[in-house]
């Protein structure tokens, strides 16, 4: 009897060699997979504000067929939630909610105007122009 409660307590449990070998496993799962999931991070930020950029251009278009014109530069997008002077036919707000979003990194959208287009543009996330990766601009 003594000798299977000997065998039993040298057989349980991990040695030293066996940890360290699952430790050094879990060491380069982490080194080969952490830098992919947080590559995937910075690029929903970037999606994020062109899909806002895309909502901006449809509710400008709803504004362009209500008041006949694009808001001009001074108004902004502000002309989207809060009716600008002199915009007849404004049947806003075009947003749902009270104001305009700052983009994902906390920046507010450019929004210019050229004749009958415009650019909507988000400067990443560094906040000024140029750049790569999540310092790039992303506009529409």
Known sequence: MLRSRTRAHRHSGFTLVELLVVLAILGMLAALVGPQVLNQLGGAKSKSAAIQIRDFEQALELYKLDVGRFPKEGDGLDALV?????????????????????????????????GSSIEITSLGSDGSRGGAGEDADVSN
């Open 82 to 114: 809060r009716q600008p002077s002199g915009a007849r036919g404004w049947n806003g707000p075009y947003l749902k909610k009270d104001e305009v979003p700052d983009d994902p990194w906390g920046n507010p959208y450019e929004y210019r105007v050229s």
